[in-house]
């Protein structure tokens, strides 16, 4: 069965550094998506992915955030300069079809930790 | 603001008895709803959904209820097992034509335990 796989599993950087988490979302979907859970609390959207450019972010995604499909496979998130409150974990999803109207899969996150 | 929440954080069961977990959506535009598992470590793993023009929907072992009059939602899990026992999302979405691009909104989550 087809899943979304995403790199690395685990994630600690110190603040300030960049990072750059990597997802691959199911090969025939063309919606992509990076979502957040702090510790304890709820999944929280960043941003959807269509077409080659963002179609819709949050409040979170601000300008410390980018996103990147780099080649036919990959879909990136960095944080250009981390915060310790950017220590989450950090899921990726796909769809095949619109996300409001078609099923979003989830990947199994990277648990990213900043000191 | 506009929001999904959960009745309740915790449901222990017995394995063999049916599970029911509640959702409350106060946004009455959401037309698309979804039930994901979550287990420890790992990522949302996807149960069944529902859009608007429907009120029930079933799947394997599980059955989705949606009222619209009161925004309600819940999730039927039958013959509950052991392996279900995982913290269960209710999530929703506007969807397109309200404005969404494939926002979802997430609950709480409220955590079922099995007991064997």
């Known amino acids: 069965e087809p899943e979304v796989t995403q790199t690395p599993s685990h994630q600690v950087t110190q603040m300030g550094q960049e990072v750059i988490l990597r997802c691959v979302p199911i090969?025939?979907?063309?919606?992509f998506y990076w979502y957040r859970q702090i510790l304890g609390q709820k999944v929280e959207f960043l941003v959807s992915?269509?077409?080659?450019?963002?179609?819709?972010k949050s409040e979170i995604f601000d300008d410390q955030f980018s996103v990147e499909r780099p080649d036919g496979s990959n879909f990136t998130l960095k944080i250009r300069s981390t915060k310790l409150e950017d220590s989450a974990m950090y899921f990726c999803?796909?769809?095949?079809?619109?996300?409001?109207?078609?099923?979003?899969?989830f990947g199994p996150g990277t648990r990213l930790l900043v000191l | 603001g506009e929001s999904v929440g959960l009745h309740l954080p915790t449901l222990s069961v017995q394995e063999g008895d049916n599970s029911i977990i509640n959702c409350a959506y106060s946004?009455?535009?959401?037309?698309?709803f979804i039930w994901y598992k979550q287990e420890s470590g790992k990522g949302p793993q996807f149960i069944i959904d529902?859009?608007?023009?429907?009120d029930k929907r079933q799947g394997q072992r599980v059955t989705v209820l949606l009222n619209k009059t009161v925004k309600h939602l819940s999730l039927q899990i039958a013959a509950t097992q052991p392996g279900d026992s995982a913290v269960y999302f209710c999530?929703?979405?506007?969807?397109?034509?309200?404005?969404?691009?494939?926002?979802?909104?997430f609950g709480k989550g409220t955590k079922l335990s099995v007991k064997p």
């Open positions: 090969s025939n979907h063309l919606y």
């Open positions: 999803a796909s769809s095949e079809g619109q996300g409001g109207q078609e099923t979003q899969y």
């Open positions: 999530a929703e979405n506007v969807g397109y034509y309200g404005g969404s691009q494939g926002n979802l909104i």
């Open positions: 992915f269509y077409n080659n450019e963002i179609s819709e």
């Open positions: 946004n009455s535009a959401s037309d698309y």
């Open positions: 529902i859009r608007s023009n429907m």
